[in-house]
C-alpha cells in the first residue's frame, strides 16, 4: 500500500506541474503579485495531495510571531515538503535563494524564472553573496520575505548540520529581523526516499530576532540555537538526554 500511494503521489505531482507551468508562461504578462498568487496554488495543491494521498497532516505552531512587516525566513531543511509548504502557507511572498541552474529545470525551473526571487550565480565565489544582498534588499523593499536554509542541504531526523552564515549576514547588511523556523518534515518525508510515511509535521515558528547591534556570527548563533532548541521538544526522542 505505501508503494501504491507514493507512486500515485508522484504521478499526481507530475500531472499537475506541468499545466501549471504552461499557465505560468501564460500568465506571464500579469502583475507579478497575481503571479505569485496563482503560482503558488501548485506548491498547495501538493501538499494537500501529500494530505489526501499520503497522510502527512500538518499543524503550525507559533503563528503569532510572524511579524506584519519586514523578515527573514531560517528554517530547518529536512526534505522537500517544507520547500512545498513556504510558499503556500506562508502570509507574506517568499524569495528562496537558490542556485541559478534551477531554471534550466523543465517545467519548475520555468515557472521559478517568472516569480523574480533571489538566484545565485556560484561561479562568482564571494561576489555570489554580494548579489544576494543587493537583490535581497530589493525583494524585501518589496515587502517579500526572503527564505534560505541555513544548514545548506537536507538533514536527516536527529541530526544537525552546520549553519552556514548567509542568512545572518544578510540579516545584519539589511538590518532585517530574522523568523526562525523549526519542523520535522523529514520524520514522514526523508530525503530522497520515495515512499513516505504518514503522520503530523509541525511547523514551529520562534520569536523575531533582531540582528540590531549584533554581529553576524552572534546573531548565526541565536537562530542555531532556537531552531535546534526546538527541534528537541518537537521530537525529543530523537535526542539523548541533555
Known amino acids: 500500500m505505501a508503494i501504491f500511494r507514493a507512486t500515485l503521489y508522484q504521478l499526481f505531482l507530475l500531472i499537475t506541474v506541468i499545466p501549471y507551468a504552461i499557465a505560468c508562461m501564460l500568465w506571464s504578462p500579469l502583475p507579478l503579485s497575481l503571479r505569485y498568487k496563482l503560482t503558488a496554488g501548485w506548491p498547495r495543491l501538493a501538499v494537500w495531495g501529500a494530505k489526501v494521498i499520503l497522510g502527512i497532516r500538518w499543524q503550525l505552531k507559533g503563528a503569532e510571531n510572524l511579524p506584519d ?17 513556504f510558499p503556500a502557507y506562508m502570509p507574506r511572498e517568499l524569495c528562496f535563494v537558490y542556485k541559478k541552474e534551477l531554471h534550466w529545470v523543465p517545467f519548475f525551473g520555468w515557472g521559478l524564472a517568472l516569480l523574480r526571487m533571489i538566484p545565485i550565480d556560484r561561479s562568482k565565489g564571494r561576489d555570489a553573496f554580494e548579489q544576494v544582498v543587493r ?11 526572503p527564505i534560505l536554509f541555513p544548514e545548506g542541504t ?32 523529514g520524520e ?6 520515495f515512499i513516505k ?10 520569536p523575531l530576532i533582531d540582528p540590531t547591534g549584533l554581529t553576524p556570527d552572534v546573531v548565526n548563533q541565536k537562530v542555531r540555537d532556537w531552531i535546534e532548541t526546538e527541534m528537541r521538544v518537537l521530537n525529543p526522542e530523537r535526542y539523548g538526554p541533555n
Open 69 to 85: 512587516g519586514p523578515g527573514i525566513l531560517l528554517s530547518k531543511h529536512q526534505s522537500a515538503w517544507e520547500t512545498l509548504f
Open 135 to 145: 537583490t535581497g534588499q530589493q525583494r524585501i523593499n518589496e515587502g517579500r520575505w
Open 154 to 185: 537536507r538533514i536527516a531526523p536527529g541530526k544537525a548540520g552546520r549553519y552556514k552564515m548567509g542568512g545572518a549576514l544578510l540579516a545584519t547588511r539589511t538590518n532585517t529581523p530574522i523568523i526562525p523556523v523549526a519542523h520535522n518534515a
Open 188 to 193: 514522514c518525508w526523508r530525503r530522497k526516499a
Open 197 to 206: 510515511k504518514p503522520g503530523l509535521v509541525t511547523v514551529s515558528i520562534g
